[in-house]
């Protein structure tokens, strides 16, 4: 059997590839805990600096979770069902959401369910012209349960989020671009050149600025004002004795360009 989650290293980038592409890359168990075991990976190595993570095959990003796959937790009661299902689906989408490299989602299909959950969770995320968005959980009779009741509502308003958790109708990615679902949409044949562009230009600067900027968000962004401050400064205190704020500021005040180095 092919791996479920497909590695490939370009530079500093990693590409990671949800592969199952004939069920429309459905996250079952298999493909969670691999991708959550090659995101592990991947922030192990100082090589690495950021991450792209795409579908396999021209129709899908993601379809969801696997519902075949699932069904027998469920049926297993509330304990099985939330240990083995609920639990895993949150850790992996908490995962993305707090990494401390940036992960860029490349939609080059649809990304229904867990798939789109997996996008709100993402700091950055491209999609192809056809891209479609959907929260169809609800037509299986249960809501969210990786996050997206709480992220989606976050990032694109509460009544827009209610339409689609709701009626499970799908955006364009078009209006999920308008929402702030996603950040560009590129022609489908560009789509991995655009996401290892950006991954490119992350790279050149130093990953500790990096982590820097996505964890003051990501902690401050649901918490009050003066907490996310506080934050902030913590992180900035943690940069002040470290080669690479010295050697910005350095290279900046001497006209050259930086050589960060992640220390």
Do not use: W
Not at 28 to 39: F, M, P, S
Not at 219 to 241: Q, S, T
């Amino acid at each position: 059997m092919s791996d479920p989650v497909l590695f490939e290293q370009h530079g500093k980038t990693a590409l990671l590839t949800l592969n199952r592409p004939s069920k429309l890359n459905a996250l079952n168990y298999n493909l969670i805990d691999h991708l959550v075991r090659c995101l592990d990976e991947c922030e192990a190595r100082g090589d690495i600096r950021a991450v792209i993570l795409t579908g396999e095959g021209d129709r899908a990003f993601s379809a969801g979770a696997d519902i075949e796959g699932f069904a027998p937790s469920i049926r297993a009661g509330q304990e099985t069902a939330l240990r083995e299902f609920v639990r895993r689906g949150q850790a992996m989408t908490a995962r993305i959401e707090t990494y401390p490299k940036p992960v860029i989602v490349a939609v080059n299909g649809l990304a229904y369910g867990g798939g789109c959950e997996i996008t709100e969770a993402a700091p950055l995320a491209l999609a192809c012209e056809e891209a479609t968005f959907s929260k169809a959980e609800i037509r299986l009779g249960f809501a969210p349960p990786f996050g997206g009741s709480q992220r989606l509502p976050r990032l694109i308003g509460r009544k827009r989020a209610l339409r689609m958790l709701l009626t499970a109708d799908p955006i364009t990615a078009r209006q999920a671009c308008d929402f702030g679902l996603i950040n560009d949409i590129v022609p489908k044949g560009k789509l991995l050149d655009e996401a290892f562009a950006l991954s490119g230009k992350i790279a050149e600067f130093s990953p500790l600025a990096v982590a820097a900027c996505l964890g003051s968000v990501t902690r401050g962004i649901n918490v009050p004002i003066d907490e996310g401050l506080a934050i902030e400064a913590g992180y900035f205190a943690r940069m002040v004795p470290t080669h690479d704020l010295s050697e910005g500021v350095t290279a900046f005040l001497e006209k050259r360009p930086p050589c960060f180095e992640g220390r």
